[in-house]
């Protein structure tokens, strides 16, 4: 059993917070545990009496959980701050990143993994779920295949223009994107427009996708 100071999760969520507490606690020797359920909280404490590891949810009441770390490791930069969310999209991924984040894993991740990932950044790892790899990985791709007309499109417009690129159908894209229909094709009337194109072809064209 791996032995480790001191752990902190931040976590609104009543019961995954007591799940990830009582796992950690018969799979890992923790000297200390702490929880807490909004990011302002764990924020003040943390500062004051920082852990070795702490892992975050991304959407919390208030501050969110990317702001959060970003301030802690501003303090305290040797904490090793985890990411544990539902979100996926390369934005947030990447902002979490930034802020200093050392793991991002989906809270779909199996228990044994989290477990797993946790010993991993108390051994210098950098563990991340694979299809947020996955994402990274494409979603450096389709930067490096695009262009300056790409770049000045949304981030809802880059996502659909490149589900187009995929070969998606408008009702497929927006089942993917959890929009309507009607959206789906605004948001492709506004790429058309911006891009100064008529079919679908031309905008693929002139932002690189194709």
């Known amino acids: 059993m791996m032995k480790v100071k001191s752990i902190a999760i931040v976590e609104d969520d009543a019961k995954v917070r007591h799940y990830l507490a009582e796992g950690i606690g018969m799979q890992i020797e923790v000297e200390e545990l702490k929880t807490f359920a909004d990011a302002e909280t764990a924020l003040k404490e943390l500062s004051a009496d ?3 590891i702490a892992l975050f949810d991304v959407n919390l009441p208030g501050m969110n959980g990317i702001e959060c770390i970003r301030r802690l490791k501003m303090i305290h930069p040797k904490m090793e701050c985890m990411v544990l969310t539902v979100y996926d999209k390369p934005e947030t991924v990447f902002e979490a990143l930034k802020a200093g984040a050392i793991s991002y894993l989906l809270k779909s991740t199996p228990s044994e993994k989290i477990i797993e990932a946790i010993e991993e950044v108390g ?7 694979s299809q947020i790899a996955r994402m990274v990985i494409n979603a450096f791709a389709v930067k490096e ?3 300056e007309y790409f770049q000045e499109l949304s981030r809802r417009e880059q996502e659909i223009l490149e589900e187009l690129s995929k070969g998606y159908r408008y009702k497929e894209i927006a089942d993917k994107l959890s929009v309507s229909i009607e959206t789906v094709r605004t948001h ?13 072809v031309e905008a693929l064209k002139k932002t690189g996708l194709l």
């Open 188 to 200: 492709i009337r506004n790429i058309y427009i911006k891009l100064q194109v008529n079919s679908r």
């Open 123 to 129: 051994r210098g790892g950098s563990p991340i779920s």
């Open 145 to 147: 295949k695009t262009n």
């Open 50 to 52: 920082p852990v070795e």
